[in-house]
């Protein structure tokens, strides 16, 4: 989606989609509609990459702006029949099977092993990754993470104010210098 001099890309929530992104998508386009920011080159337009989970489709690593939805597994210990799957399921060896599967700090969110777990026993609550600042062009720069969130109405609140930094230095947001930090004094208050 392109307003103004806004590039917004929601990835496709696909089968292994953790969020519905819709309301997001509906507050953001909003966000950016109202937004009076005009630019002639394709450099100065503020980029957004929202990723319904870690896979990252919608690129937001290099984004001015950028959300991923991620989980934090938990086992429910009463449906869990220590079958293995989950281990087998997941790509970062994130899990150590012993009594119960136990989660590693590798695990990124994925659901892989939610979805693998013939029991059900697998679940985990959804938040989001943001991360700002990224570009590519001469010198590209990978976003930060700025905040979780556990709701959208964070993701929009951000959104908002990465439009608003731009607008208030005439220059897409990560362009200015120390943006990133610029926001976080913002969001922290
Ligand atoms: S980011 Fe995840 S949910 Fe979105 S299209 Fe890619 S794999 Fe599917
Ligand atoms: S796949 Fe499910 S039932 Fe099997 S070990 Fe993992 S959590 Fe337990
Ligand atoms: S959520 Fe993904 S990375 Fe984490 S333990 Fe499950 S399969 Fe592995």
Known sequence: MMSGGIEITFCR??????????IIE???EETAKRADWKVRKSHEKIKAG???CPNACAAPQIKDFGALAFIIPEVDRKRCTACGMCVQACRE???EL???????????GCGDCMRACPSEAISGQVKFRILAGGKLGRHPRFAEEVLIADDTNSIADVFSQIVKISMENKMRFSHIPGCVDILKKRIRG
Do not use: G, H, R, T
């Not at 989609?17 to 819709?22: F, S, Y």
């Not at 012993?98 to 990124?108: A, G, Q, R």
């Open 26 to 28: 509906a507050e953001i």
């Open 98 to 108: 012993e009594e119960y599967p136990v989660f590693s700090e590798k695990c990124i």
């Open 93 to 95: 060896n994130a899990i």
């Open 13 to 22: 929530q696909c089968k292994n989609a953790l969020a519905d992104l819709k």
């Open 50 to 52: 929202i990723s319904a």
